[in-house]
């Protein structure tokens, strides 16, 4: 089935490891970007790109990179985890003209960094 | 500084009554979405609104986009189990979207 996929589904991290989640999407689109969720605070975006090749932050970078090499794959990369970075991580993707499509979301990669 | 404010934040209804939540802000939006997002999945789009004023019905879910674009609501009518979810609302500034913190919906049978 078309959409986006995300792995792994479940990670324990301990702090000061890094680790690469995973994000791909089949349908051509252009925009891909990352959320973190967190109780209380929503949907909060950290690295977002509009084609290959460009990458740009969004609200909460910090702690993370990400590339994106090619269309179809956005991965997000934690360089050095911390308690801080637990949380459920969704990957999402859109053409151009996001207020217009809106997102497709992937199932999420719930993080725990002990 | 949310720049989406979303109420109630959770609401518990009995199966069958009708709801309303709500997302403000004091900016002006081009457009507005409404998502819902089930445990343990992502938000999946229901409905995008363009222009002040504007009403879509989807099923027994009404969203109406207020005449300023400052706010929205969804009102939700005979609430079914099947709609309890988180429900977000979204928009962007630029090419960053941003979503309300979310109404947490649970329908008791």
């Known amino acids: 089935n078309a959409g986006v996929t995300q792995t792994p589904k479940f990670q324990v991290l301990k702090t000061g490891q890094s680790m690469t989640l995973q994000c791909a999407q089949d349908?051509?689109?252009?925009?891909m970007s990352w959320y973190r969720q967190d109780p209380g605070m929503g949907l909060r975006l950290i690295h977002y790109s509009v084609g290959a090749g460009i990458t740009d932050q969004g609200e909460v970078p910090n702690g993370y990179n990400v590339s994106r090499s090619t269309t179809e794959d956005f991965p997000l990369r934690l360089l050095s985890a911390a308690p801080s970075q637990t949380s459920v991580y969704f990957c999402?993707?859109?053409?151009?003209?996001?207020?217009?499509?809106?997102?497709?979301f992937g199932s999420g990669t719930r993080l725990t960094v002990v | 500084t949310q720049l989406l404010e979303q109420s109630p934040q959770f609401l518990s209804i009995q199966e069958g009554e009708n709801l309303t939540v709500y997302c403000n802000s004091s900016s002006v939006f081009s457009s507005l979405q409404w998502y819902r997002q089930e445990p343990g999945e992502g938000p999946v789009l229901l409905v995008t609104v363009v222009t002040g004023g504007e009403v879509k019905k989807l099923k027994r879910l009404t969203f109406q986009f207020g005449d300023a674009r400052k706010d929205s609501s969804l009102h939700i009518t005979a609430a079914q189990p099947g709609d309890t979810g988180l429900y977000l609302c979204a928009t962007n500034t630029g090419n960053q979207f941003y979503f309300g913190t979310g109404t947490s919906l649970t329908v008791i049978p």
């Open positions: 349908m051509n689109h252009e925009y």
């Open positions: 999402a993707s859109s053409y151009l003209g996001l207020s217009t499509y809106g997102y497709t």
